[in-house]
C-alpha cells in the first residue's frame, strides 16, 4: 500500500531528510526488531515531521524522539485529506488488527433501518449493519442519531406504519396506543388491519425511502389533481396542504443519502501529481480507490472525450468484493466524517438507481477540484435520487 521506502542511517540524515518530499503523505517507521510495533501516522508535511521525529535530540524537551529507533520509512504521496485518512485507515487495519478501530476514533454512522424480516415490519435507528444477507434494508449515512430520528419521524407522520418495538402477537382484545387512537397506525396489534393492507403500507414506505421521498410527491400530486378534476376542490385543498407540509421533511434528506445495497457513487479528490485528481468509487458502503486520473493537453485528448475517460476508470474499478458488516460501517464512518464536515476538499457524484453516473456534472466537478474551488450550488433537480443533470447549468 505504501509505494516508497528510505533507508535511515542517523549519520546521513541529512539525505534522507532531503529525499522525503515537503508535501502530504502517509508514513510508516521501522525498528531494527521487525516484531516491534511500527510508527504509523499521516501528515501535511513529511520532510518536517521526520525532522521533528528523526532529528537530533533537543535537549530538555519531551517531543516523541524515534532516531536512534528507527531503521526503514516506508510512505505514499497523497493529495487530500480523505485520501490520506483513507490510507491511513487501512495501514492501521493491516499493523494492528485488534487496536486500529481506537486509533481511528470510528464514530459509526446513523442509519434508517427497516425491519423487512419482522412479521410486522418498523423502522427504527441504528448504527450496527448485523447480518448483510437479511431481508433488512438500510438508508444512510446520515450526520447524526438526532437528524436521523427527526427525518424519519417526521417520515412517518405521512403514513400509519407502526411506531413500536415490540413483537407483535395480535390479539383484538389489546387496548392499542395513542398512535392507532389518533389514526396514525393501521393498529395491526389489534388486527386493526388485515396483513394485506399493512403490508400494502410498508411497500409505500419502502417507496418513499428509497426515492428520496419522490413517490409520495407523486402520489399526493396524483391525488389532488384527480380531486381536483372531479371538482372536489375542498379535498384537493386539503391534499394541497398536506403536500406543502411533506417537503420540508423531504428538505431534510441530504444527498448523500441512500438505500446502502444501491449505494453508488464517484468521490473526486485533489491528485498529490501536477493536473491531476483522484477518484474513489463506493459501491454499497465500501470504498474503493485510489486511481489516479489525468488532465490531458486538448491536442492528446482529442481521440477521446473526457466523458469516455471518465467511465473507461470506472470501469477500471475492480467489482467490490464481499465485506465483512464490520468493515463497512468503517468505510461508512470514513465517508461520514468526510462529507458532512464544515468545509471539505473534493466532490461527489452519486449514481441513480440504475447505476448510471451524471457524466456531465462529474467533468465540470474535475474542472474545479483541480482549479481548488469549492463544489458546485446545486439547482434544481428532477428527481432527488434520480441521478439527473441539473436544469440550470453553472
Known amino acids: 500500500m505504501l509505494t516508497e521506502r528510505l533507508e535511515f542511517v542517523p549519520e546521513r540524515d541529512a539525505e534522507v531528510f532531503a529525499a522525503a518530499p515537503a508535501a502530504p503523505a502517509v508514513f510508516l517507521l521501522r525498528g531494527k526488531d521487525s516484531q516491534a510495533e511500527p510508527y504509523v501516522s499521516k501528515t501535511a508535511n513529511l520532510r ?21 529507533r528507527i531503521r526503514s520509512i516506508e510512505y505514499s504521496s497523497t493529495g487530500s485529506e480523505f485520501e490520506s485518512g483513507f490510507l491511513l485507515y487501512r495501514i492501521l487495519r493491516e ?13 459509526f454512522a446513523p442509519l434508517v433501518k427497516l425491519h423487512l424480516e419482522n412479521e410486522y415490519p418498523r ?25 436521523a430520528e427527526t427525518f ?29 387512537e389518533m389514526k396514525m397506525c393501521l393498529a395491526p396489534c389489534f388486527k386493526g388491519c388485515t396483513d394485506q393492507e399493512y403490508s400494502g403500507e410498508v411497500n409505500r ?9 419522490e413517490s409520495l410527491v407523486r402520489e399526493f400530486s396524483a391525488q389532488r389533481d384527480a380531486a381536483s378534476a372531479n371538482l372536489q376542490f375542498e379535498e384537493a385543498a ?14 431534510q434528506f441530504p444527498e448523500i443519502v441512500r ?4 449505494f453508488s457513487a464517484l468521490i473526486v479528490q485533489p491528485g498529490h501529481v501536477i493536473d491531476s485528481v483522484t477518484f474513489f468509487r463506493v459501491d454499497g458502503g465500501k470504498i474503493s480507490g485510489p486511481a489516479p486520473f489525468s488532465i490531458q493537453a486538448v491536442e492528446h485528448a482529442k481521440s477521446q472525450s473526457m466523458e469516455s475517460r471518465v ?5 477500471s474499478f475492480q467489482p467490490a468484493k464481499p465485506r465483512p458488516a464490520l468493515e463497512i460501517m468503517e468505510h461508512l464512518a470514513l465517508l461520514k466524517r468526510w462529507y458532512y464536515r464544515g468545509h471539505r476538499t473534493g466532490e461527489i457524484f452519486l449514481a441513480d438507481d440504475k447505476g448510471v453516473f451524471p457524466m456531465r456534472r462529474i467533468v465540470r466537478g474535475i474542472g474545479r477540484v483541480l482549479r481548488g474551488e469549492g463544489p458546485e450550488e446545486i439547482g434544481e433537480t428532477r428527481s432527488h435520487h434520480g441521478g439527473t443533470e441539473t436544469q440550470r447549468e453553472t
Do not use: W
Request: aromatic share 10%.
Open 123 to 147: 423502522a427504527s435507528i441504528t448504527t450496527r449493519l448485523g447480518r448483510l444477507k437479511s431481508r433488512n434494508l438500510f438508508y444512510g449515512p446520515f450526520q447524526s442519531r438526532a437528524a
Open 311 to 315: 467511465q473507461a476508470v470506472l470501469d
Open 48 to 68: 518536517r515531521r521526520l525532522q521533528r521525529l528523526l532529528g537530533l535530540v533537543e535537549e530538555r524537551t519531551r517531543k516523541l524522539n524515534l532516531r536512534d
Open 205 to 213: 414506505v419502502q417507496a418513499y425511502f428509497d426515492s428520496g421521498g
Open 238 to 251: 386539503a391534499i394541497h396542504v398536506r403536500l406543502e407540509k411533506l417537503k420540508p421533511t423531504i428538505n
Open 95 to 107: 499493523a494492528f488488527p485488534k487496536t486500529y478501530g481506537n486509533r481511528m476514533r470510528f464514530r
Open 152 to 180: 424519519m419521524n417526521d417520515s412517518l407522520d405521512f403514513f400509519k406504519m407502526r411506531r413500536c418495538v415490540d413483537d407483535l402477537h395480535p390479539d383484538p382484545k389489546f387496548p392499542g396506543c395513542i398512535y392507532s
Open 259 to 262: 438505500r446502502l445495497d444501491r
